[in-house]
């Protein structure tokens, strides 16, 4: 008799219809592992209490080991149960019979559902900080090779001011570190395990919940039953994170976009990662960019679904919990193989130092650096402004850039203007002269350099220090009884 297929006292059979209506099991066969690993915790935990007889826990660790080494050779199939918990229940009592029953007791679904997702986002958690990490290095590794390439800067989508390919470069980089401290919060948010909790008011039976709690890697148990059935904060607090990172990644995208593009020209995509046309044999396109930008939206539309299925839930364990699969195990995928694919490409974007250095001198780029050369010498600012702007206007009724500049015209507008003056119009003056921290000076950069490698540092320990699902398998099938 299948388990999830009839009622709780063995009585009518459910519909077909019904079953599949209600069955989760075709998304949450990716949580088999999971599952296992926290069956494992759980019969340890109820032989070491005396709840269930050590031979019963043996007999019932071997099965589950048999079934996951049946997974892992691909050659597993399970029954159509509702859900994965029932599915390895089943396939565990069709394995070794009556001690299978036992596997049971003192846990609910809705406790083994949170621990598997808890374990299942701590996991993807750390791969995502493996991936942060690697992708932080390869953006250091581009400022060391060409990050001294001067390019315009903008705001509103107009040329701004000089910069350097490195400080762009940084300026990404330092989205990412942020991302890399608030995946670090999703960690802790997850250092509580569910296991135990039961359906929503606990369990007569003597289990320690610490001791499970810590055979899965958790720093203890969830402090009240009836909230952690019911609660999914921790998996919006991974979403939040995973569709900042995402909008993060699309902005990055966004710039490669425009700079590959003919209107820009500043980069060019090399043949391994351009794509072409079905139709226009002469296209180039940064397809790659274009997906990760697309797929932010995916990014966020599962962070609002889940919010929104939380939205007005009564305390304790409600079925439209069941609708966090979706969101919660598609996000990792595609959030991992975006920052995959992002860190193979940023090393295959080449910028051209010619083009860029034309968009510097045809603009009024270095018109503040203008202005603040005047306030050096003791002109107030907004007079300085002034005085600048009437120069820019002056130049475009000449039908000249900025750059191309007299001391003699300026000097008719203003007898401040001087020749040291005017040698802020040199865009990598503009730059080797910016004194303020957070800047895009050579002095500046380098901190902003050192503070990427220790995001990345710290991206790599954080994921270091989460125990896989892997290594806790190993463990627990070989725990002694």
């Known amino acids: 008799m299948a388990i999830a297929k009839t009622e709780a006292s063995g009585g009518h059979q459910l519909l077909p219809e019904v079953l599949a209506f209600s069955s989760s099991l075709a998304l949450d066969k990716a949580l088999l592992l ?33 079934i996951c080494e049946e997974a892992r050779a691909g050659s597993l199939k399970l029954p159509e149960e509702e859900d994965i918990h029932m599915a390895v229940e089943a396939e565990l009592s069709a394995r070794i019979g009556a001690p299978a029953a036992r596997l049971h007791t003192a846990r609910s679904r809705n406790d083994q559902v949170s621990t598997d997702l808890r374990l299942h986002v701590r996991e993807s958690t750390a791969e995502v900080l493996r991936h942060l990490s690697t992708l932080l290095e390869v953006l250091v590794s581009r400022m060391d090779a060409q990050g001294t390439l001067l390019l315009p800067s903008y705001t509103h989508r107009q ?24 995946f670090g919060f999703v960690l802790k948010q997850l250092r509580l395990c569910s296991l135990g909790a039961g359906a929503i008011a606990g369990t007569s039976l003597p289990i320690e919940r610490a001791f499970s709690a810590a055979l899965l890697g958790f720093e203890g148990p969830t402090h009240n039953a009836m909230d952690t059935v019911g609660e999914r904060d921790f998996g919006m607090d991974y979403l939040y994170a995973a569709s900042r990172l995402m909008l993060h990644l699309s902005r990055l995208c966004a710039d490669v976009i425009d700079y590959t593009s003919l209107e820009f020209g500043f980069a060019v995509l090399d043949g391994e990662i351009a794509c072409g046309s079905s139709m226009m044999p002469q296209k180039r396109n940064p ?22 299925t939380m939205k007005g ?74 005085a600048v702007g009437s120069l820019v206007r002056r130049c475009q009724e000449a039908g000249i ?53 220790d995001a990345a540092g710290l991206a790599q320990t954080l994921a270091d220090e989460v125990v896989g699902l892997d290594v806790l398998y190993a463990k627990l099938k070989e725990v002694d009884l």
């Not at 759980?42 to 007999?59: D, T, Y």
């Not at 397809?287 to 609002?304: H, P, T």
Request: glycine share 8%; proline share 4%; charged share 20%.
């Open 34 to 66: 999971e599952d296992i690993v926290g069956s494992l915790a759980h019969v340890l935990m109820l032989a070491k209490q005396g709840i269930v007889p050590k031979e019963v826990a043996h007999s019932i660790r071997e099965g589950l080991v048999s």
């Open 287 to 308: 397809d790659i960019f274009e997906l990760i930008r697309g797929k932010s939206g995916r990014a966020l539309g599962n962070l609002l679904s889940l919010m929104s």
């Open 159 to 182: 040329r701004a001011q000089p910069v350097t390919l490195g400080f762009w470069l940084a300026s990404h980089g330092a989205a990412l570190a942020r991302d890399v401290e608030l």
């Open 401 to 453: 850039f900025l750059s191309k500049a007299t001391v003699e015209m300026a000097k008719t507008i203003h007898p401040a203007f001087d020749e040291e003056t005017m040698k802020g119009l040199l865009p990598e003056n503009s730059v080797m002269h910016k004194a303020s921290l957070g800047s895009c000076s050579p002095e500046a950069l380098w901190l902003q350099r050192q503070m990427l490698l």
């Open 313 to 386: 839930l009564p305390a304790g364990y409600n079925r439209d919990l069941q609708e966090d699969r979706q969101a919660l195990l598609e996000t990792g995928p595609m959030l991992n193989s975006c920052l995959q694919v992002l860190g193979l490409a940023m090393p295959r974007l080449h910028f051209d130092a010619g083009r860029c250095k034309v968009a510097l001198e045809d603009g009024y780029t270095q018109a503040t650096d203008l202005a603040e050369a005047l306030v050096k010498k003791g002109m107030a600012f907004r007079e300085a402004y002034q």
